[in-house]
């Protein structure tokens, strides 16, 4: 009867057999598609709602319909409070989950927090109820919900507290919240608290990223990584603090010493991910440098070597460049100079080479330097000055090969300001028209999504 949408019979045949049964819970999962169908949202959220007890797969079917009504705009309010408004809401674990999981994702925060806790107390305690949430709050980027819960965690004690996981999840979200200080000095609690060596060797890599990423103290950094490398040579992470130690010369313009570093990896047992990693930094050491043959080289062997692998784009993007300027040499010096700038971390020296490129009048490269500075204005928080580049690369340079990522660019510029949200969204589509095959395009169809939900519901 359901399948073939004879709602009505089938609702009054469901109450005969409940009165018959005295099962007020046969069915619920038919009877709600039914009231879900005739958008009576609250009753069809009260049917699941019977059924979250339930540890069988009906349990499970029930929370996701649930789920799925809080998802739907026009149901939400409706299941809502349905949920809300039973009498034994803070005695049902998997209710308490969903409503935590739902003010999370809508940015309740207090509420989402309350509900969570709520679980964890239900739950005796154990922890994982927190976990989960710190969990979900990282990957949705609410650090402070991250750390928040963590300290409640810390507070409660129990058993997961003497666990490592949620304490390096606490300090990553500090380091994203930009708590340097404090995210160190967590790391070097668990280093100091836990006994195996992979979480200690993991600890002091923490810091040494912190140092390298974040506060630009390459020696300092280079301290710990050296530390790892010393006394945690047994351990597989052992090799993430062998590929951070050419990063740190790097940073410091030691050229010889990152090449050197990199080279010395050859001779490990690298995965294909690291393996394409070396390969494509002792390339763009040999451009920095002015080995413009022997760079060439490198980054074709790159392609034929990792031809699906991460730094695919970026090896195309340099044989490109080097190709337009071989025979503009003070041009290509110029971009090797931005290039290690780049890598330095030093947005004003880079900028100023890139102007100079723009600047020159030959136009060689041209368009990739107006592009580049574009990144760096916005990286900088210069969303004006921005503009202006990506402005004048697409008037400038309407064939370039950087055009489309010129017009991704604009559109998420375009898409912080409600006032020019039709633009970007005009922008996005153009992308999905005339680019469909380039890297970024299953990025730019969920932002237009995204777009086009929030302009709806506006």
């Known amino acids: 009867m359901v399948m073939h949408e004879l709602d009505d019979a089938a609702e009054n045949l469901i109450d005969s057999l409940r009165l018959q049964l005295a099962d007020s819970t046969r069915f619920a999962i038919q ?18 709602y019977l059924l979250l007890p339930d540890t069988s797969g009906t349990g499970s079917a029930a929370e996701k319909r649930i789920v799925a009504l809080l998802d739907f705009i026009e149901a939400a309010g409706q299941a809502e409070q349905a949920m809300l408004g039973q009498p034994d809401l803070f005695d049902n674990s998997r209710a308490l ?42 990957e949705r980027k609410l650090y402070g919900e991250t ?16 666990s490592a996981e949620p304490h390096f999840i606490y300090a990553e979200a500090l380091v994203e919240l930009g708590r340097h200080g404090d995210a160190i000095r967590a790391y070097s609690s668990i280093h100091d608290t836990f006994s195996r060596n992979r979480e200690r060797a993991r600890a002091l890599i923490g810091i040494g990223s912190v140092y390298l990423d974040r506060l630009s103290e390459y020696d300092t950094a280079l301290v710990y990584f050296d530390s790892v490398k010393t006394y945690y040579t047994h351990d597989r992470i052992f090799l993430t603090a062998m590929m951070a130690i050419p990063f740190c010369h790097l940073r410091r313009g030691d050229l010889p010493a990152a090449a050197g570093e990199f080279e010395g990896l050859l001779q490990r047992r690298l995965d294909s991910e690291q393996q394409e990693t070396v390969a494509y930094y002792l390339a763009l050491i040999r451009l920095i440098d002015g080995q413009t043959d022997s760079a060439a080289a490198a980054l074709n062997k790159l392609l034929v070597d990792f031809p699906r692998g991460f730094y695919v784009n970026d090896a195309v993007r340099l044989l490109v460049t080097i190709d337009e300027a071989r025979q503009y040499p003070t ?103 005339d680019y469909p095959n380039y890297p970024f395009i299953s990025e730019a169809r969920k932002k237009l999504r995204r777009l086009e939900e929030t302009s709806g519901s506006a």
Do not use: C
């Open 31 to 48: 009877k709600g598609m039914i009231l879900q169908r005739h958008k009576r949202y609250a009753e069809a959220a009260r049917e699941y």
């Open 97 to 138: 989950k969903i409503l935590s999981a739902y003010y999370l994702k809508s940015g309740q925060l207090d509420r989402a927090f309350q509900f969570a806790v709520h679980q964890d107390s239900l739950e005796g305690f154990r922890g994982s109820t927190p976990l989960a949430y710190m969990k979900s709050s990282f």
């Open 147 to 162: 750390v928040r819960m963590g300290d409640y965690l810390t507070a409660r004690g129990g058993e997961l507290s003497k």
């Open 331 to 433: 041009v290509l010096r110029a971009y090797s100079d931005a290039l290690l700038f780049e890598e330095r971390r030093m947005p004003d020296s880079s900028s100023s080479r890139l102007n100079t490129i723009w600047q020159s009048g030959a136009g060689v490269l041209a368009d990739l330097a107006l592009y580049k500075l574009a990144v760096i204005g916005l990286a900088e928080g210069d969303s004006a000055s921005a503009a202006g580049y990506l402005d004048s690369l697409l008037s400038q340079h309407p064939d370039s090969y950087y055009v489309p990522y010129a017009l991704k660019t604009k559109a998420d510029l375009l898409s912080a300001d409600m006032g020019t949200l039709d633009e970007a969204k005009e922008i996005l589509r153009r992308l999905l028209e």
